[in-house]
């Protein structure tokens, strides 16, 4: 699956809005509010519950990584998420 796709799929699933648990989150961290260099996404089984975190790193710009995109799509339909949310500002990392 290319970048392009990945990230409409994932877009879609964010548009839809709250519906129910289980969910998952997605976060970007950075150096700079352009260039993501890492992802973290949050599976939330239920209400309340620990989220069992996943975290994927690149050298470049993560949201540009075909393999990262596609895994974060196979995540979310593995799990069958029924809630998707997305930070879409990049949180910078503090070296």
């Known amino acids: 699956m290319n970048v392009d796709k990945a990230q409409k ?6 548009k839809r809005g ?28 239920q209400e309340a519950a620990e989220p069992m975190v996943e975290n994927f790193s690149s050298t470049g710009d993560i949201r540009k990584d075909e393999t990262v ?14 809630t998707v949310t997305l930070d879409e500002k990049i949180t910078l990392q503090l070296k």
């Open 18 to 45: 709250f519906h129910g648990y289980p969910m998952i989150s997605i976060r970007y961290f950075g150096p700079t509010a352009e260039q993501a260099t890492k992802v973290e996404v949050a599976f939330i089984e």
């Open 69 to 82: 995109q596609t895994t974060i799509i196979k995540i979310i339909d593995r799990v069958d998420a029924k």
């Open 9 to 14: 799929r994932i877009e879609k699933r964010v």
